[in-house]
């Protein structure tokens, strides 16, 4: 009989550490052809290959070199491109994570040829219509027949929206199996100590979405603030290009340099991860910060007014600060040391759930029935 294939596919930097265990896990199954594809959505060195390496994720089969551009161009060149890719392989499954733009243009192309899509990360809901990723994941969402959730509020939002329960599969949160494996390599880094941080005594700041970094008068206010903050406690900015570009123009990288913020590039994923370890806190505005700062225990700051993620809430070290970067400027950090938290199924073994339910609804006739 001929071995099913399955496509993998990935495109930004979330996607790569949602995805690397679940291809691991599927191929550990043996039951299945892999094919990965990276669609080109992330390219520089530091937000892909040098995050690739560090997961030891495998060589990507296809990359289809989309790039950057507007929403409309990078979604419809990743549609078109992996649409080919699929009517030359016939893949009898497509799986997608998270929620970027390759999340949405893969799936809809799966599902346009027939082929079943499973969504690692479903249900996941901010009910901000404005934010790209909520767009992304609810269209994601209906077009997929397998549902992978990390939270029983993402079944609840699933099930409120129509979704039939037998499609949805509560696993556990696959990023988190890749901090766990990794995480004593990263400590070990100590890469606080290289930029002249102490151990818990520091604040990493991310921030690169399109609302807090893309309007000047928003992107001064959160330099204004960074910069107050930097007077209390030391702060290390990892800055994505995005934000960087935006900050060079209008000169706010010097004045953060002067109040002694420390930007660096984009890091890898170990360097990264080592930072995270080491923060006394941590200031936000990316989805998978809140949930790995709750894993490791570290207080994490979320400078927005929602979050698909309300776990990171109720059972983790995540606190919206809210939509005004002023807010930022008062922020301390604690004094006690990191206390990971034990969210259910948030435990190292979600791919290998994953994979599990896919080898299973493959079933005794070797093919995944699409009712989506
Ligand atoms: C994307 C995701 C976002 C995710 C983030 C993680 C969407 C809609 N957004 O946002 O949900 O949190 O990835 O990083 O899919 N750029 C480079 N080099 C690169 C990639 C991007 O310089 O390798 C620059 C380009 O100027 C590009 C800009 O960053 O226009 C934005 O990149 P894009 O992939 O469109 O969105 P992100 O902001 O990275």
Redesign the pocket.
Known sequence: MRMSTIVFAVG???NFVKMAPVIEAVGRLGLFRRLVVHTG????E???AEILDDLGFPEPDRFLGVG??S?GE?TGFTLIAFERVLLEERPDLVVVS?????TLACSLAASKLGIPVAHVESGLRSRDWTM??EQ?RVLTDRLSELLFTHSPDADENLLAEGIDGERIHYVGNTMIDTLRRLEREARDRRVWATLGAEQGKYALVTL???SNVDHEGRLQAVVGALAELGANVPVVFPV???TW?RLESLGGLERLQRAEVTCVEPLGYLDFLSLECGAGLIVTD???LQEEASALGVPCYTLRPNTERPITISQGTNTLIGDDPAAIAALRRSNEPPAPCAIPLWDGHAAERVADVIANAFGAVGAIATSA
């Open positions: 930004a930097r979330p959505q992330h390219y520089d530091r937000m892909s950057s551009g929403h990078q998270g929620d970027v733009n390759a790209p990723e992304n690169h979405r399109p994505h290009p995005r570009a990316s989805g998978g």
